[in-house]
């Protein structure tokens, strides 16, 4: 195939010959050392803790070790569960008295205000009704004396903990955190415009009943505007600003202020739209409040989360200056805001925000992302263009071969990238088909041969084959692997338009993928590298190095977080796929414009093929006992176990079901691993069996998660009844009155027990709930029964009284009208000599079970 003589005149493109292919290895190891000196070690920086004797020379800065210390005495108390004398009597006293030490410090221009609150009421959580009694808040008013202002600040974190756990991240840490910043504040001779509101939340676990009850009812809840809400889901670390707003930049205003920044949008919308399996009073605040503000929490080590293990003791001191120093930095500045006094006039839609590396966070609102975004496509669809057009000039191949080589390229690139994520979906359907799912649960390093590296022969074997089909064709090989970029790009394009086009704010990740590739296209034409061996590779390298330091940070952090979430995320998903489908995306994103670059070497296809030969070597690892995904103590794996009794009546009132077992219920994927040890206590059931003829199973779930959980949960029939901690629940008819018509009537009832109850109500026989006592909302909106509602009280233990009004049109109330079921739960009392504790023993070290004894009756009436 020739060439006219003219087109030999114009070539100035060099004809590479191929880089030996033992230089592959090295420029994959460079990666790999940038990932490993910078991503690996800022991830991990923190700064250097505070001590007591570095408070002479620091007055007024946060002290580590002081609010570590108070840690430990919190932590103490030991589970600081609702209706515990240890949460509502104990850790109250404990509060006081640390209000009582900043007292004693403050500066003669503060003064402290603290109250305790105590509250009842009802709300919506997702579908059941979570209904409280009696719980409380402490709360803490810190302001400058005979201030008028009354637009507050609030920062909030929770005391409480789960049954089991001393609770030291979650939450003491942000306790002990606010009590810190509180005694700085109250120490200094700074101005304070605005009283800054400590919430030390009593009920988060309940779920989230006692924000509900401050915002809804405490008497400065309405004067607080803006929100520092302080969480954990895991224990130490650095603390990620996850949620921001909404429909208030300006508090990122704020945030660029504090001394280690920590934050991305992508992680407050992939919370928001219900990936996490966690909620914060963030939440509530927002809902029912309509404060905005800055949600922040401990994501890192989530293993420990909710187990006995979350101590003081595997809690860095550093994790306390990070979080202490940026807190701090946001109440002063916050509690000086002037957009405090008319919040409604700064609410100016959402934010773009992200830090790069902790050292600094950018942020622009949402209208700028959409222009920035289409700027970006558009420059980068000229600058190809541009380049196409020299690719013609330069190499003797008409500008429709070029367009014509291009299509194909796009479509390769295309089925690459289908390939690649294929690939990585196959591995994950595999590992679960052979019952090896999560085996990088506890050996992270499994991820990088089981997902990454299919991930890249996908991405690489097709344009491999494809460069090597066309060695002779009139584009030089510098020309078609640059095409392939270019395709790489016009794929990113998309994706960026569409992301923005949904409105999905994560889209910034894709743009800067295009931007930084066109960055270095233009460096390129400008330099006229783009037509000389290996130069233009050089320009990408360069530019590609901090968009792989972003991606791969923000890629490693996102797996630090979701990973220890996996173990508590259900039984009904495979984890694998969500793990894939994250590497596959970040992929995209840094290795998307790298892969090309290995076309330069030798033996290409064979390069790729060990991308696979590692895979399947991973495989192999990851299916023997180097793969088991648990480990006692530091990554264990979840069980509930309930001791339970339960007794159904029927309508007579005689009883039908009398019978005692345990309740299992797994909380991740493998929840067959420990089959035979459960075997060993008795005959186990699916829960699903129970689920078609009695209300909720007939069993006592705990929440409504429960139920969603129930193919995957066990009942073991015992003989051996459990040993009730106090008296069983007891629910008393009190009086059923006849309403405006013999069709309707109000039944009224009485109820006692333990302080976590659950209420299931059901109708019978053509009736039809028209009112209850009850939050209204499931009446409301007509959703059918059987209901849910979940029932605590903290320190008021009175009797519960409800009230259902029903009507029956097509039968009389002779016959049965309403089922109801109470499950009774002993979530804090001491079981040890339960014989549950007996039965823990069948199950392996590497588990971790949260037990207690609980009861069902249910009743027709």
């Known amino acids: 195939m020739g060439f006219n003589s003219k087109y030999h005149i114009d070539v100035d493109f060099e004809v590479p010959k191929k880089l030996q292919w033992y230089y592959a290895p090295a420029y994959i190891v460079f990666w790999f050392v940038i ?198 889901a895991g224990s130490g670390g650095r603390e990620i600003l996850f949620q921001s707003g909404p429909n208030h930049p300006w508090l990122m205003k704020y945030y660029r202020q504090v001394p280690h920044p920590f934050a991305n949008t992508m992680g407050e919308e992939v919370f928001q739209a219900g990936l996490i399996p966690s909620d914060t009073d963030f939440r509530i605040f927002r809902d029912y409040g309509g404060v905005p503000g800055l949600d922040m929490a401990y994501l890192f080590n989530g293993y420990v989360y909710h187990t006995q293990y979350d101590r003081v003791n595997v809690f860095p001191r550093s994790s306390f200056q990070h979080t202490g120093d940026n807190v701090l930095a946001l109440a002063k500045s916050l509690g000086n805001a002037p957009e405090l006094d008319d919040t409604a006039a700064h609410a100016e839609g959402h934010n773009i925000f992200y830090d790069f590396l902790g050292w600094f966070i950018i942020f622009y609102t949402e209208t700028t992302s959409i222009i920035v975004n289409v700027i970006v496509c558009v420059i980068a669809l000229v600058a190809i263009g541009v380049s196409l057009y020299f690719m013609s000039a330069r190499s003797g191949c008409s500008w429709s071969g070029v367009l014509v080589r291009f299509g194909i390229t796009v479509g390769i690139q295309l089925v690459s990238l289908a390939l690649a994520c294929g690939l990585a979906m196959l591995v994950a359907v595999f590992m679960d088909g052979v019952e090896r799912s999560m085996s990088w649960f506890t050996q992270m390093w499994l991820i990088l041969g089981l997902y990454l590296f299919p991930v890249l022969f996908g991405m690489s074997i097709l344009p491999a084959i494809y460069l090597e089909k066309t060695k002779r064709d009139p584009l030089s090989l510098g020309f078609r692997i640059q095409l392939f970029m270019h395709s790489h790009c016009i794929c990113l394009i998309i994706l960026t338009i569409v992301l923005t086009a949904l409105s999905i704010r994560s889209a910034y990740l894709v743009m800067l993928c295009v931007l930084f590739d066109i960055v270095a296209l233009i460096v390129n034409l400008i330099t006229k590298w783009h037509r000389k061996a290996y130069w233009f590779g050089i320009a990408v390298i360069i530019c590609q190095i901090l968009p792989f330091t972003y991606f791969t940070y923000i890629c490693t952090a996102t797996l630090l977080t979701l990973i220890p979430m996996q173990g508590r995320s259900g039984s009904s998903s495979n984890p694998d796929i969500a793990v894939a489908a994250i590497i596959w995306l970040f992929s995209l994103m840094f290795a998307g414009f790298i892969v090309p670059l290995l076309m330069f070497f030798r033996k290409t296809r064979t390069i790729a093929l060990c991308f696979l030969a590692a895979t399947i070597l991973f495989i192999i690892i990851a299916v023997t ?113 006849e309403l405006e018509s013999p069709t309707r009537k109000r039944f009224t009832f009485i109820l006692e027990g333990p302080d976590h109850m659950t209420i299931f109500v059901n109708v019978k026989n053509d009736a039809k709930i028209l009112d209850w006592s009850f939050n209204d909302t499931l009446i409301r909106e007509n959703e059918p029964p059987p209901h849910f509602i979940y029932f605590s009280y903290g320190i008021d233990n009175s009797a519960l009284e409800f009230t259902i009004d029903v009507e029956k049109t097509s039968s009389s109330f002779d016959t049965p009208t309403l089922e109801i079921g109470i499950g009774g739960h002993w979530v804090h009392e001491d079981t040890s000599t339960s014989k549950i504790n007996q039965y823990s023993k069948y199950f392996p070290s590497y588990t971790y079970l949260q037990s207690w004894v609980g009861t069902y009756e249910s009743w027709y009436f």
């Open 35 to 232: 990932y490993l000196s910078l991503v690996n070690t800022q991830i991990n920086h923190m700064p250097k803790a505070l001590t007591r004797s570095d408070e002479a020379s620091s007055p007024y800065s946060f002290i580590a070790q002081r609010a570590e210390d108070t840690l430990i005495e919190l932590t103490r108390i030991g589970p600081r569960v609702v209706g515990s004398v240890a949460n509502e009597v104990t850790t109250v006293e404990f509060l006081r008295a640390e209000v009582s030490k900043v007292q004693a410090e403050a500066h003669s221009r503060f003064e402290l205000e603290i109250d305790v609150q105590q509250a009842s009421g009802a709300y919506m959580h997702w579908t059941m009704v979570n209904m409280y009694q009696g719980i409380q808040n402490v709360v803490v008013k810190l302001s400058e004396k005979n201030s008028t202002n009354e637009n507050y600040l609030l920062i909030n974190a929770h005391y409480d903990s789960v049954p089991g756990s001393p609770g030291a991240g979650d939450d003491g840490s942000m306790v002990v955190t606010m009590l810190e910043v509180m005694r700085v504040l109250a120490k200094t001779d700074e101005p304070l415009a605005h009283p800054i509101i400590f919430l030390f939340n009593g009920a988060e676990e309940n779920p989230l009943q006692a924000s509900h009850a401050f915002i809804t009812q405490h008497k400065w809840a309405k004067n607080c505007k803006a929100l520092i809400n302080l969480d954990s």
């Open 625 to 737: 006992n180097a793969g088991f995904p648990y480990k006692a103590k530091t990554s264990t794996q979840r069980y509930n176990l309930i001791h339970s009794h339960r007794r159904l009546h029927n309508a007579d009132g005689s009883t039908r079901i009398d019978e005692s077992g345990i309740y299992v219920y797994p909380q991740d994927r493998r929840f067959n691993i420990a089959q035979d040890y459960i075997n060993k206590i008795g005959e186990t059931h699916k829960v699903s069996e129970y689920c078609n003829e009695e209300m909720f199973c007939g069993l006592p779930l705990y929440n409504h998660r429960w139920h969603k959980a129930r193919e995957y949960s066990l009942w073991i029939p015992l003989k051996e009844a459990p040993q009730i901690p106090t008296v069983y629940p007891n629910l008393t008819l009190q009086e059923s009155t």
